[in-house]
């Protein structure tokens, strides 16, 4: 639709969506934007998840194997990941 000059809302759509400017905005709302979860262990998840130095073990574990396949987290993970935040607001965000 959008190939044929279909445009959603009221914008004015030019041409295909630039996807590498919506991962990196996306990036940058996840890593840099205010939460509950600090945005310095935000960012380092993330590292840890590309292969990045290990951080702090109930994270680390969780990183790590979201990195290499996130179906196999197991409920345990998430659940020490939550208990160490306080909360699933405070492991989300």
């Not at 990196?24 to 979860?37: C, D, N, Q, S, Y």
């Amino acid at each position: 639709m959008l190939k044929n000059g279909y445009v959603f809302g009221k914008s004015k759509h030019t041409g295909p969506p630039n996807h590498l400017a919506f991962a990196a905005m996306l990036r940058k709302h996840i890593l840099e934007a205010p939460g509950k979860t600090d945005a310095k262990l935000r960012q380092a998840m993330a590292h840890r998840a590309t292969g990045g130095p290990h951080i702090e073990e109930c994270y680390d574990e969780l990183a790590h194997f979201i990195g290499e396949g996130a179906y196999k987290c197991t409920d345990e993970q998430v659940k020490r990941v939550i208990e160490m935040a306080g909360s699933e607001k405070a492991a989300s965000n």
